[in-house]
C-alpha cells in the first residue's frame, strides 16, 4: 500500500546555503535554517515520511566527500532523534551538470526512484525546496510542491520558511 511523503531539498530548505557554488564541505558548516527542524517534527509527528533529495555536484568535482554527506546525514537524524523521528531516507545526485542524468532536479529521477522503492504515492506527496528546480522536480514527479522563500508569488503555494511549509502540508492533508 502507498503512502504519502513529503520530500525536502537540503540546502536552503532544511540548513543555510552556502554562497553561489559553494558547498557544505564538513558538518561543522551544516547550520539549521530557522523552523526548520520544528518544521520537520510537525511532519513526521504526522507520520509523514521524511526523504531529502538533494542536488550534491561538489561530490563529482571532488569538493564533497560521501563521508561529508554521511556525518551531515548524522547531524540531522540526531536532532530529529531527539524528538522521536528520523528522515526515511536521503538521495544525493553526485552527478555533474554535463552528465544530464536523471536523478539531477529538476529532473524528477530521485522522487521516482524514493518512491519507487519506499512503496510512496507520488501523488499523494509533496516536494519542498527554494529553488525552480526542487518545484520542477516535483511537479514532473506528480507531486504537490511548496516553494520556500518570499520572492516566489509565481509559484502557488509558497512559504517563508519550511515550518510554515509544514502547516500548510497538515493543512491541506487533514482536508484531503
Not at 510542491?145 to 516566489?152: E, M, P, W, Y
Request: glycine share 8%; with cysteine.
Amino acid at each position: 500500500m502507498s503512502r504519502p511523503a513529503v520530500f525536502l531539498d537540503r540546502d536552503g530548505t532544511i540548513n543555510v546555503r552556502p554562497p553561489e557554488h559553494d558547498y557544505i564541505r564538513n558538518s561543522q558548516d551544516f547550520e539549521w535554517l530557522p523552523g526548520a527542524l520544528e518544521g520537520l517534527i510537525k511532519l513526521a509527528d504526522a507520520g509523514l515520511p521524511l526523504i531529502v533529495v538533494s542536488n550534491q555536484r561538489g561530490i563529482s568535482r571532488g569538493l564533497v566527500s560521501h563521508a561529508t554527506l554521511r556525518k551531515i546525514e548524522s547531524r540531522i537524524q540526531d536532532a530529529l532523534g531527539a524528538h522521536g523521528h528520523q528522515v526515511t531516507a536521503f538521495r544525493y545526485c553526485p552527478h555533474g551538470l554535463e552528465e544530464q542524468c536523471d536523478c539531477r532536479k529538476p529532473r524528477p529521477g530521485m522522487l521516482r526512484a524514493a518512491a519507487q522503492e519506499l512503496e510512496l504515492d507520488l501523488s499523494r506527496s509533496w516536494m519542498v525546496g527554494d529553488s525552480d528546480a526542487d518545484v520542477e522536480a516535483g511537479l514532473a514527479a506528480g507531486c504537490r510542491t511548496i516553494r520556500l522563500g518570499t520572492d516566489a508569488a509565481s509559484v502557488q503555494p509558497t512559504a517563508p520558511s519550511l515550518l510554515q511549509a509544514a502547516e500548510i502540508i497538515l493543512e491541506q492533508e487533514a482536508s484531503d
